[in-house]
Each structure stands twice: as structure tokens, then as C-alpha cells.
T-cell receptor, first 113, second 113 residues
């Protein structure tokens, strides 16, 4: 069966550009999470969506980061005016109820030149 | 705030030998605890979780972990290592009703033939 799908798998961009990262959760999963994985900081929570509730944005590191989830399914994480410290692997996960992430995608590896 | 500590970033184990990965948590209230595994260039896969039921939790791939409140520990074990167990393992903690996972730094497991 289809798992969590993320695109692109790799993204290289210049400092100062905006980027969009996409996540397709498992069909029917109401909860969606974004995490960031970097060498220096390890795994960090970014944002959590659950159904139609207001998202938990408490992990977003700055106002350059935003995320939305349209129609309760696909999610897009947007980083504006990228900085070199944004270089990391961005992981999306989903689960079929609230709580903790069960199924992770393979991530988007973001490199800022 | 809750946190977990994983000692020893790299762990080498001989094929067929016991795998033991240590995780100690810090939490002011009873936590939920998790172990995830990450294979190269992939997302995280949930191995097992403790959610205040049985203290000995059995997971996938022959792994198990025991919650010990007196030691604030949730160590991961597998009786006999297989080459396919080579991966990075993360311990994580959350509080009941809290969707944010706090991850440890991870253990990179190398299996020696």
C-alpha cells in the first residue's frame, strides 16, 4: 500500500530563495506532522495538523517558516528567504488518529548554497 | 520539559550477539516512550511504544524494551543481532495528550559479521 510520500526528494537552492516542500500522507490519516533532521540539532518537531483543528505551530523556528494542509490531506511546508542553517532533511509523518507519528516519509533533503 | 538521553552515538555489535541500546528519560509526569529505527536515506519507522500498559513492550523485528520507572529508563534489546539491524535508532518521549515528540540524539548501530 502507499505510504507517506514527500517531494521533491532532494532540493538545492540559493540562499534567499523561497522553497516549497510537499507531503502526501497515507489516505485517511487525520494527523500530519513535520519534523526537521539536521546534524547539529538532531530531530526537531516543527508543526502538527489534526483534522480541522488549529495546527500546533509551536515548533516552527522563525516566521520564515509556514505550513498549510489543504482539504485535510496534502500539506506544504514553505520556507521563505532561505538561509544556510535551513539545510536539513525535512520529514513528514502521518497517523490515523491523534497522538504520535506512526508512518514517516523518506524526507526531502534541502541544501542551501 | 521532557527529554531523553541516548549515550554512545555509535554502537558496534557482533552478528548473533545481544543488542542493547540505552535510553533514559526526564519527565515530571508519566511519559509515553518510543523507539524508532531509520535506515539510510529513509524516514523513521516505529519499532515499539510504551503507553502505560505493560512495562515490557514487544516490537517489530524481534526488538523489545522495558519501562523501568525507578531507573527512568526504556532500554531497547534484541537477543541476537542480524546484519539487517544495522541502522540508526532513536528513543523519543512525549507526554499524554502532547503530540510533540522529543527525540534523543540516536545510536548508529554497526553489525560486525
Amino acid at each position: 500500500g502507499a505510504g507517506v510520500s514527500q517531494s521533491p526528494s532532494n532540493k538545492v537552492t540559493e540562499k534567499g530563495k523561497d522553497v516549497e516542500l510537499r507531503c502526501d500522507p497515507i489516505s485517511g490519516h487525520t494527523a500530519l506532522y513535520w519534523y526537521r533532521q539536521s546534524l547539529g540539532q538532531g530531530l526537531e518537531f516543527l508543526i502538527y495538523f489534526q483534522g480541522n483543528s488549529a495546527p500546533d505551530k509551536s515548533g516552527l523556528p522563525s516566521d520564515r517558516f509556514s505550513a498549510e494542509r489543504t482539504g485535510g490531506s496534502v500539506s506544504t511546508l514553505t520556507i521563505q528567504r532561505t538561509q544556510q542553517e535551513d539545510s536539513a532533511v525535512y520529514l513528514c509523518a502521518s497517523s490515523n488518529r491523534g497522538g504520535q507519528p506512526q508512518h514517516f516519509g523518506d524526507g526531502t533533503r534541502l541544501s542551501i548554497l | 520539559a521532557q527529554s531523553v538521553t541516548q549515550l554512545g552515538s555509535h554502537v558496534s555489535v557482533s552478528e548473533g550477539a545481544l543488542v542493547l541500546l540505552r535510553c533514559n528519560y526526564s519527565s515530571s509526569v508519566p511519559p509515553y516512550l518510543f523507539w524508532y529505527v531509520q535506515y539510510p536515506n529513509q524516514g523513521l519507522q516505529l519499532l515499539l511504544k510504551y503507553t502505560s500498559a505493560a512495562t515490557l513492550v514487544k516490537g517489530i523485528n524481534g526488538f523489545e524494551a522495558e519501562f523501568k520507572k525507578s531507573e527512568t529508563s526504556f532500554h531497547l534489546t534484541k537477543p541476537s543481532a542480524h546484519m539487517s539491524d544495522a541502522a540508526e535508532y532513536f528513543c523519543a518521549v512525549s507526554l499524554y495528550g502532547n503530540n510533540r515528540l522529543a527525540f534523543g540524539k540516536g545510536n548508529q548501530v554497526v553489525v560486525i559479521p
